[in-house]
């Protein structure tokens, strides 16, 4: 991925940090004028301080965003990098089987014997068998034949005949002590371009070499086939498949990037790159090679160029309010990310506190013109609330990019999940298709006597030998057999198996097969529990067994996937070690699990959360971003082979406990009152309005000496309950209170949660007193203000005056302006006991 604190460079190419970096520019100049403006008014306002933390908190806030919107970007690029390489490997690691059993075909090692007037003869057999070949692994474009001086005795292509190979490709496929060899080069023979070619001896029995068998692999096609998916929809973004020395062998773009030029890699992580003259985002992966199998060293290289490689927008998914506490609370971010609002808004509190004391400052001079000031403050408050609006965008993008790079995440390796099932069963259909034209098994088909027994004893052995060497080499079966046109075994690949022989299997694909017409056709069972698998599920492919002369088929081959080991391992491959994430795949219908890597979801159960389309769900006691991809097929294969089995896979990433819901702050709720217009005529009062136990109260801010934040409060032992305990303020001890048993809640004061506002008692003697936050500083009208009938409230209220609405606001709520003095009555009386 990308390195840590390595990605400023970018900041002037992602159009999100360039808008929100002239956004917090233009504010910071605000901010530098009116901090200078501040420290000329007659109240000598000092924000410095703010302005400072508002400045490096920007800073910290944009270098987030800017290294989230790289990583997102870095995940993007590098998944895909190492999807390309590695489906390759995992198809090219099937070419690798192929090879090895095809190259012990009866067919060929008769044709191979053959002097050139039979082999003429027989030609077109061959050639027949071959295109039987190709039409069943449709990744193959030719099958080669050679003799061992390198000339092309058999080919679906017949004016290729009697040409001849680089000696060197006979030589290493002759000497060669691997099970196979991978030719990668331009060969003639084949055409002009390079080309990919599996290779082995065909030997007779005693093991002498006949002959060279080559399998010339769509390469240019079958890159095609994987790249598109990965950069549909996508402008700017290509990948390119590198040789070992880092030369273009296959390109998704080869008008700008050309087969054969060099590229210089960048391996596991996303730096920026020269080609032809530009700068580019790249990323280079290494196959993590498949079951031991590594290819020969190539490496996937995708890149975009850097002026492109931000530009591309995404929509937003509209998020419930539950959801977005979930995604606040979820373990997506960092601890320096979440600090960041927290931090926000505490510099927002303290620049609160300032303009609420700047105001009481204010209301508390009895002389010179303070509209300055007042004004001063006003633009103040303005630009702190366009500052705090700009930073909750910011986050909000933030928070965006990061839950959308993992909702991404999700989704793209459901997508590799669901392609990697179907490109595996692809194999499986082609394989039961192919080992059903053995000439093994119609040879025993075709025998004279064609009851069970004949066969069994005749030709039992044989077939079973072949079944164990193409099990041997398929490693994905738990094991194959052979049956006969009334279901009952012939001849198993595994001896542990071999009590199946004889035994009728009575399942409806084995009817379903033998009513087959054609050897095109295959069949596969339902998802099920299998007496051939154990009792477990699996799915079981199936393809009839014809010889010439008889429409019907007169037995078939049955291949039992080995589906609880191989799926769970697919699965495995695509979540890798993440220890939040599990993965399933699902048959659609039934929604049935088919696999899973989760132990509290089992084979067979049904799927609890799989028929939602939602990104975040709750499954048990966490909440999980899930990914979904439907099977689309690969190839012909459930694409137009007729086959039918809509299969999904999910994956789901951990991001929350269910208890992340509860744990969300509980926060002010801001409630804004509709006050009263002064005109310019009217006389006014200056009120200061403040939060107490969730309601929103004023008092009249000449009657206010300041509000003080994070102040430490010294507890005096048997103080009454009424009291918190005393600070200092302007040189004088003071008592602290609280209003907890008025509003019948219980003491308390958090220094980092609560506020204390110093009041004017009688004399104008200082207390404090014990809220929750600081608001605003209206200006009303004297017109507005209704004083409260004291008989009609009762002796122990504390409300002095009520605000009134303006004319057409009648039913809105009013304010309360409660009275000092009435305070101090109440706490004198609370602390005499009344």
């Known amino acids: 991925m990308v390195q840590e604190g390595d990605t400023s460079r970018y900041n002037a190419f992602i159009p999100e940090v360039v808008a929100y970096q002239k956004a917090l520019d233009q504010l910071s100049e605000r901010w530098n004028l009116l901090s200078l403006l501040g420290q000329m008014s007659n109240i000598g306002m000092d924000i410095s301080e703010t302005r400072q933390a508002f400045s490096l908190l920007s800073e910290q806030l944009l270098g987030r965003l800017c290294e989230e919107t790289v990583k997102k970007l870095s995940t993007e690029m590098c998944s895909k990098a190492q999807v390309a390489i590695d489906i390759l490997i995992r198809n090219l690691f099937e070419r690798t089987a192929d090879v090895g059993f095809l190259a012990t ?91 990919l070619i599996y290779s082995y001896r065909v030997c007779d029995d005693q093991g002498k070499p006949l002959a060279v068998l080559g399998l010339v692999f769509k390469f240019q096609d079958e890159m095609h086939v994987i790249i598109s998916p990965l950069i549909d929809h996508e402008t700017w973004t290509d990948i390119l498949l590198l040789d070992a020395k880092n030369r273009t062998i296959y390109s998704s773009n080869p008008f700008h990037y050309p087969l054969c030029a060099p590229h210089k890699t960048v391996l596991n992580r996303v730096d920026t790159v020269p080609f032809l003259a530009q700068e580019y985002v790249a990323c280079t992966k290494q196959t993590k090679g498949y079951q031991g199998f590594f290819g020969l060293g190539w490496q996937s290289h995708a890149l975009i160029p850097l002026s492109f490689a931000f530009s591309k927008k995404q929509a937003h998914l509209p998020f419930s309010d539950e959801q977005t506490k979930i995604i606040k609370n979820s373990s997506l971010f960092s601890e320096e990310f979440t600090n960041i609002p927290s931090k926000a808004e505490a510099i927002q509190r303290k620049l609160d506190m300032t303009i609420w004391n700047g105001n009481v400052q204010i209301a508390n001079q009895k002389s010179g013109d303070n509209s300055f000031s007042k004004s001063l403050l006003n633009e103040i408050s303005r630009t702190g609330a366009q500052t705090k609006k700009t930073f909750e965008e910011s986050i909000g993008n933030l928070n965006w990019t990061v839950v959308a790079s993992y909702i991404n995440d999700a989704a793209f390796r459901a997508t590799l999940a669901i392609d990697i099932m179907d490109r ?81 299997i009575g399942a409806p694909y084995i009817a379903q097969t033998l009513a087959l017409k054609s050897s095109k056709e295959y069949v596969v069972s339902a998802f099920e529990p299998s007496e051939l698998y154990e009792g477990k599920y699996t799915y079981i492919y199936n393809a009839p067994i014809f010889i010439e002369g008889h429409k019907e088929a007169l037995g078939g081959i049955a291949i039992v996937f080995d589906a609880q080991a191989q799926f769970e391992a697919m699965l495995h491959d695509v979540i890798g070690e993440d220890e939040r994430s599990f993965a399933l795949f699902i048959e659609a219908k039934t929604q049935t699990i088919i696999a ?18 939602e990104k975040i769900v709750l499954i048990d006691d966490d909440y999980y971003i899930v990914g979904k991809a439907l099977s689309k097929g690969y190839r012909e294969y459930k694409v137009s082979d007729g086959y039918v089995n809509d299969v999904f896979a999910v994956v789901c990433i951990r991001i929350a406990h269910k208890n992340a819901l509860t744990q969300e702050a509980k926060k002010v709720h801001a409630k804004h009152y509709a006050y009263p217009k002064v005109t310019a005529s ?118 002095k005056a009520i605000v009134k609405s303006d004319a057409g606001q009648e039913k809105a709520e009013m304010l309360s302006i409660l009275d000092p003095l009435k305070i101090e009555r109440y706490l004198l009386l609370e602390k005499q006991g009344r």
Request: net charge negative.
């Open 105 to 195: 075909d009866v067919s060929l090692c008769d044709f191979a014997t053959m002097d050139a007037p039979a082999q003429r003869d027989a030609l077109a057999s061959i050639q027949a068998r071959f295109a039987e070949y190709i039409e069943k692994y449709s990744v193959y474009d030719d099958v080669l034949l050679f003799d061992l001086d390198g000339t092309l005795i058999a080919s679906t292509h017949g004016e290729k005949l009697g040409k001849k190979i680089d000696r060197r490709f006979i030589d290493t496929a002759l000497n060669t002590s691997k099970e196979y060899v991978e030719n990668f080069g331009i060969y003639p023979i084949v055409n002009d371009k390079e080309s």
């Open 682 to 799: 009217e006389k006014s009062v200056d009120l200061s309005t403040f939060w107490l136990y969730g309601n929103l109260y004023a008092i009249q801010s000449e009657q206010i000496y300041a509000a003080l934040e994070g102040q430490d409060v010294t507890k005096v032992i048997g103080s009454d309950e009424i009291y918190v305990g005393m600070i200092t303020w302007n040189n004088k001890t003071i008592p602290v209170a609280s209003l907890a048993k008025y509003f019948q809640h219980e003491r308390s004061y958090d220094k980092e949660k609560n506020y204390i506002i110093v009041l004017k008692g009688n004399d104008d003697h200082p207390f404090g007193l014990v809220i929750d936050a600081v608001q605003d500083s209206p200006e009303v009208p004297i017109r507005c203000i209704d004083e409260t009938n004291q008989a009609m409230l009762g002796q122990h209220t504390l409300t």
């Open 424 to 504: 595996n069963l692809y194999e499986r259909a082609n394989d039961c298709r192919w080992w059903a034209l053995s000439p093994v098994f119609i040879k025993a088909f075709s025998a004279k006597y064609k009851d069970f027994s004949t066969i069994k004893k005749e030709f039992g052995r044989e077939m079973s030998d072949v079944l164990s060497t193409i099990n041997a080499l398929y490693t994905v079966y738990a094991h194959l057999l052979v049956y006969d046109a009334q279901g009952c075994v012939l001849a198993v690949s595994q001896e542990k198996y071999a009590h199946f022989v004889g035994k009728r």
């Open 596 to 613: 899973s890597t989760s132990p509290k979801m089992n084979v067979g159960e049904r799927c609890r959360f799989c028929d939602t389309n």
